[in-house]
């Protein structure tokens, strides 16, 4: 009996809730760390990049509009969808990192633990940085974290899943919405986790996944006027001093490149704060 | 003398010992500058008041230096219960020499003495009151245990509120363990001079504070010193945008606080009388000079002609003249330069077709001046309801639904402030919720207090000036990865 000829599957870009091929035509070849073909994966273009901020801005009004305990829902959703994939996710990661299948099980699980602490902070981290401020004054008078809005991410370039989850999860809980320019070596998780993101009521343009050239994709996304936000932990090898002297042009916040920690401080980099004055004198 | 016109009633400059001219403060002594001196004078009448030393890049380089190490030396292995004493003097010294700072203040920004005496001067007070306190609680702020300091701040401030901005900057820094180096704005100088003095009377370690005089390229060379961990800036976008593509890649930390273009928005159910106090307040405080100015009204089109004509009929009330005077309303443009912009965003305003009203009021015959301006008919693509004027000149739209409200409100790329007027409470948090701006003035405009964080969104800048979060601009967190 022969070995039975297995389905591989296509990756495509996932852009505005839909996975499509590159606007362009153009895919590269993602090969394992063995040197095998595993797939073609699109290489996305200067226009997909402005596609994908086009959804992302769109997607910005409902996913800030929703409340933070629905947020933490769909987060915690995400998990449970990651821990059902666990299998195929450790397969991929095989693949592409070469790394064995219990290295491959631990970044899974470490990637699922974090969507599920994140999903946690949701509805207590505005609480946690905001606050009712005494003012000198009969003024009631209050400070509450908003999303910066659309975040333009360079993931970690040396994992294929856990950069990932690290740098996207802690801008969502605030309510933004991002652009993610995946590892390059090491894309297929990415989209994978796409599908993933499609299935756990994420709703459609809160996430969309560029894969290809970090180096001509960011370089754009640094200049979009209509992002607010960039992160560069994945940006070492590129010209991330550039990347951050374009940003300046349009004031984006930006986090220089460096592994991501899992903490407050990452969801607070794409927050803004907010007060509210109003008088309280009448009586 | 008609029944709406008061006498004069300036206040004494008796009480300011100005020197005839002034060096850097430098590691606790002034010292003279190698860089030449400028003139610092009163926009009122443009009289001079001072010379003052302009710092070279060698006397920012030795003021870095100074300020390296005091932190090193001292000021961050001082205990925070003694760098908060040391603050808490400040501040009484303030309150002590008030009504000279307020003076000194009006004179050389321009503007009237009662907002200086009772804004200005009594929030400087406030703010190194408030942040004298946070300096032993670090632990408490949020941050996790133990925060650092980040070392030399540089800091370079506006000519709006000069003293004011400097508080803004200085307090938050020492109390967090950083030691500083502030450039006040060229125009400006005086009330930062007369605090050096406060600062000695204080006993404050030599090289904690060093304030360097001088113009852009001051503030240039101190933005860009290698050995300057923080930077703070406070002023124009364009400026902002300079530094921070100059601080990319340095390791530096960085808040902007800059320019804004404040919807200030009337709803049909306001309180119009209120609403009229509140759009005098929001663009006409401070002669308009003020980031967070209300300078477009969004009033709903069913009210618009009554807020108008009661806007009209306020403004032809207000007193324009001596800034000394305890009877101005409106005192003097800060510089010819800014006066030049006020006139040639104002030529446009008119030529783009809006229509012009200009309170009627006598000019004063030498220093600089312009009489409060309303353009009604104003369009959104008009200069003046798209750039900072950063003068008395308000910009009139209307809207119909609270949705057009909001869409024009956010319309612009500035998101530092923004006031609401209407009587419905949840109308008022539903529209808050949605205004993408640091500040919401609900029924108020124009309030400022330590305890309340202050600063922008999208152009208007990043970091927040104010409560926790503005000692948080100035420490590093300790916390650590806190999973699994």
């Given at each position: 009996?022969?070995?039975?000829?297995?389905?591989?599957?296509?990756?495509?870009?996932?852009?505005?809730?839909?996975?499509?091929?590159?606007?362009?035509?153009?895919?590269?070849?993602?090969?394992?760390?063995?040197?095998?073909?595993?797939?073609?994966?699109?290489?996305?273009?200067?226009?997909?990049?402005?596609?994908?901020?086009?959804?992302?801005?769109?997607?910005?009004?409902?996913?800030?509009?929703?409340?933070?305990?629905?947020?933490?829902?769909?987060?915690?959703?995400?998990?449970?969808?990651?821990?059902?994939?666990?299998?195929?996710?450790?397969?991929?990661?095989?693949?592409?990192?070469?790394?064995?299948?219990?290295?491959?099980?631990?970044?899974?699980?470490?990637?699922?633990?974090?969507?599920?602490?994140?999903?946690?902070?949701?509805?207590?981290?505005?609480?946690?940085?905001?606050?009712?401020?005494?003012?000198?004054?009969?003024?009631?008078?209050?400070?509450?974290?908003?999303?910066?809005?659309?975040?333009?991410?360079?993931?970690?370039?040396?994992?294929?899943?856990?950069?990932?989850?690290?740098?996207?999860?802690?801008?969502?809980?605030?309510?933004?919405?991002?652009?993610?320019?995946?590892?390059?070596?090491?894309?297929?998780?990415?989209?994978?986790?796409?599908?993933?993101?499609?299935?756990?009521?994420?709703?459609?343009?809160?996430?969309?996944?560029?894969?290809?050239?970090?180096?001509?994709?960011?370089?754009?996304?640094?200049?979009?006027?209509?992002?607010?936000?960039?992160?560069?932990?994945?940006?070492?090898?590129?010209?991330?001093?550039?990347?951050?002297?374009?940003?300046?042009?349009?004031?984006?916040?930006?986090?220089?490149?460096?592994?991501?920690?899992?903490?407050?401080?990452?969801?607070?980099?794409?927050?803004?704060?907010?007060?509210?004055?109003?008088?309280?004198?009448?009586? | 003398m008609?029944?709406?016109d008061y006498a004069p009633a300036p206040e004494s400059?008796?009480?300011?010992?100005?020197?005839?001219?002034?060096?850097?403060?430098?590691?606790?002594?002034?010292?003279?500058?190698?860089?030449?001196?400028?003139?610092?004078?009163?926009?009122a009448?443009?009289?001079?008041?001072?010379?003052?030393?302009?710092?070279?890049?060698?006397?920012?380089?030795?003021?870095?230096?100074?300020?390296?190490?005091?932190?090193?030396?001292?000021?961050?292995?001082?205990?925070?219960?003694?760098?908060?004493?040391?603050?808490?003097?400040?501040?009484?010294?303030?309150?002590?020499?008030?009504?000279?700072?307020?003076?000194?203040?009006?004179?050389?920004?321009?503007?009237p003495i009662?907002?200086?005496?009772?804004?200005?001067?009594?929030?400087?007070?406030?703010?190194?009151?408030?942040?004298?306190?946070?300096?032993?609680?670090?632990?408490?702020?949020?941050?996790?245990?133990?925060?650092?300091?980040?070392?030399?701040?540089?800091?370079?401030?506006?000519?709006?509120?000069?003293?004011?901005?400097?508080?803004?900057?200085?307090?938050?820094?020492?109390?967090?363990?950083?030691?500083?180096?502030?450039?006040?704005?060229?125009?400006?100088?005086?009330?930062?001079?007369?605090?050096?003095?406060?600062?000695?009377?204080?006993?404050?370690?030599?090289?904690?504070?060093?304030?360097?005089?001088?113009?852009?390229?001051?503030?240039?060379?101190?933005?860009?010193?290698?050995?300057?961990?923080?930077?703070?800036?406070?002023?124009?976008?364009?400026?902002?945008?300079?530094?921070?593509?100059?601080?990319?890649?340095?390791?530096?930390?960085?808040?902007?606080?800059?320019?804004?273009?404040?919807?200030?928005?009337?709803?049909?159910?306001?309180?119009?009388?209120?609403?009229?106090?509140?759009?005098?307040?929001?663009?006409?405080?401070?002669?308009?000079?003020?980031?967070?100015?209300?300078?477009?009204?969004?009033?709903?089109?069913?009210?618009?002609?009554?807020?108008?004509?009661?806007?009209?009929?306020?403004?032809?009330?207000?007193r324009l003249g001596d800034p000394l005077d305890k009877n101005t309303?409106?005192?003097?443009?800060?510089?010819?330069?800014?006066?030049?912009?006020?006139?040639?965003?104002?030529?446009?305003?008119?030529?783009?077709?809006?229509?012009?009203?200009?309170?009627?009021?006598a000019?004063p015959?030498?220093?600089?001046?312009?009489?409060?301006?309303?353009?009604?008919?104003?369009?959104?693509?008009?200069?003046?309801?798209?750039?900072?004027?950063?003068?008395?000149?308000?910009?009139?739209?209307?809207?119909?639904?609270?949705?057009?409200?909001?869409?024009?409100?956010?319309?612009?790329?500035?998101?530092?402030?923004?006031?609401?007027?209407?009587?419905?409470?949840?109308?008022?948090?539903?529209?808050?919720?949605?205004?993408?701006?640091?500040?919401?003035?609900?029924?108020?405009?124009?309030?400022?207090?330590?305890?309340?964080?202050?600063?922008?969104?999208?152009?208007?800048?990043?970091?927040?000036?104010?409560?926790?979060?503005?000692?948080?601009?100035?420490?590093?967190?300790?916390?650590?990865?806190?999973?699994?």
């Amino acid at each position: 009996m022969s070995a039975r000829l297995t389905v591989p599957k296509t990756y495509k870009l996932a852009i505005g809730g839909k996975f499509p091929r590159s606007e362009s035509g153009r895919t590269y070849e993602v090969r394992s760390a063995k040197g095998e073909f595993l797939a073609n994966a699109a290489l996305a273009s200067r226009k997909d990049a402005r596609d994908a901020v086009r959804a992302s801005r769109s997607a910005v009004s409902g996913w800030a509009g929703a409340t933070a305990y629905n947020r933490g829902q769909v987060l915690y959703r995400v998990a449970e969808l990651l821990e059902g994939r666990r299998a195929q996710f450790v397969d991929e990661i095989v693949a592409q990192e070469g790394v064995s299948s219990a290295v491959a099980a631990a970044q899974v699980d470490a990637a699922t633990d974090l969507w599920v602490w994140y999903a946690g902070w949701c509805d207590k981290y505005a609480q946690v940085a905001g606050g009712l401020n005494p003012v000198a004054g009969a003024y009631f008078n209050i400070s509450a974290p908003e999303p910066t809005g659309v975040v333009a991410i360079i993931a970690p370039q040396d994992s294929a899943l856990l950069g990932l989850t690290a740098t996207i999860a802690p801008a969502l809980v605030a309510g933004n919405t991002v652009v993610v320019v995946a590892s390059e070596r090491y894309p297929l998780s990415a989209i994978s986790l796409a599908e993933v993101l499609a299935t756990s009521d994420v709703p459609g343009g809160v996430v969309n996944v560029l894969t290809g050239s970090p180096a001509e994709i960011a370089p754009h996304l640094a200049d979009h006027a209509d992002v607010n936000a960039l992160d560069l932990a994945g940006a070492e090898h590129l010209d991330w001093v550039d990347l951050q002297m374009r940003a300046a042009e349009t004031l984006k916040r930006v986090l220089v490149p460096g592994e991501p920690v899992a903490s407050p401080e990452r969801i607070a980099a794409f927050t803004e704060v907010k007060t509210v004055w109003h008088p309280k004198s009448m009586l | 003398m008609g029944f709406l016109d008061y006498a004069p009633a300036p206040e004494s400059r008796g009480i300011l010992h100005l020197k005839d001219a002034y060096g850097l403060f430098i590691d606790g002594d002034f010292v003279d500058g190698t860089g030449g001196s400028f003139t610092t004078i009163s926009p009122a009448d443009e009289s001079r008041i001072a010379e003052v030393a302009s710092a070279s890049e060698a006397d920012v380089d030795a003021a870095v230096a100074a300020a390296r190490r005091a932190h090193t030396k001292v000021w961050a292995k001082m205990s925070g219960r003694d760098r908060g004493k040391y603050l808490f003097r400040i501040a009484r010294l303030v309150q002590e020499r008030a009504r000279e700072l307020a003076v000194a203040e009006s004179l050389d920004n321009g503007k009237p003495i009662k907002e200086s005496r009772d804004v200005d001067v009594p929030l400087v007070a406030a703010w190194f009151f408030y942040y004298a306190g946070w300096a032993d609680k670090l632990d408490h702020a949020g941050l996790g245990e133990a925060p650092r300091s980040l070392g030399v701040a540089g800091q370079v401030i506006p000519w709006n509120f000069p003293l004011l901005m400097l508080a803004w900057k200085i307090a938050p820094a020492l109390a967090g363990g950083n030691t500083v180096v502030l450039k006040p704005a060229e125009t400006t100088p005086l009330s930062a001079l007369i605090f050096a003095e406060i600062l000695q009377q204080a006993d404050l370690p030599p090289g904690v504070v060093n304030i360097v005089t001088g113009a852009g390229g001051t503030g240039a060379a101190l933005v860009r010193h290698p050995d300057v961990d923080k930077v703070a800036f406070t002023g124009s976008t364009a400026v902002g945008r300079d530094i921070a593509r100059a601080v990319a890649g340095t390791g530096k930390s960085l808040t902007l606080e800059l320019g804004g273009k404040a919807a200030n928005i009337v709803f049909d159910d306001a309180p119009i009388d209120q609403a009229v106090e509140g759009i005098v307040n929001g663009i006409f405080f401070n002669q308009g000079h003020v980031c967070c100015a209300g300078s477009r009204l969004l009033v709903q089109e069913s009210v618009h002609d009554e807020v108008v004509d009661r806007l009209k009929t306020r403004l032809s009330t207000l007193r324009l003249g001596d800034p000394l005077d305890k009877n101005t309303d409106i005192g003097a443009i800060n510089s010819a330069a800014q006066l030049e912009r006020i006139r040639t965003l104002s030529d446009a305003g008119e030529a783009e077709g809006a229509q012009r009203w200009t309170a009627d009021c006598a000019i004063p015959d030498s220093g600089f001046w312009f009489a409060p301006t309303v353009f009604t008919g104003v369009e959104a693509s008009h200069r003046i309801a798209r750039e900072e004027v950063f003068g008395p000149v308000l910009a009139v739209l209307t809207f119909r639904t609270p949705a057009e409200a909001i869409a024009k409100a956010n319309n612009t790329p500035y998101g530092l402030s923004a006031g609401i007027w209407s009587d419905k409470g949840s109308r008022i948090l539903a529209v808050a919720d949605k205004l993408r701006a640091g500040v919401v003035w609900a029924n108020t405009f124009n309030r400022f207090d330590p305890a309340s964080p202050f600063g922008g969104y999208k152009e208007s800048g990043y970091g927040r000036e104010g409560g926790r979060h503005g000692l948080a601009a100035y420490l590093k967190p300790s916390r650590k990865e806190i999973t699994r």
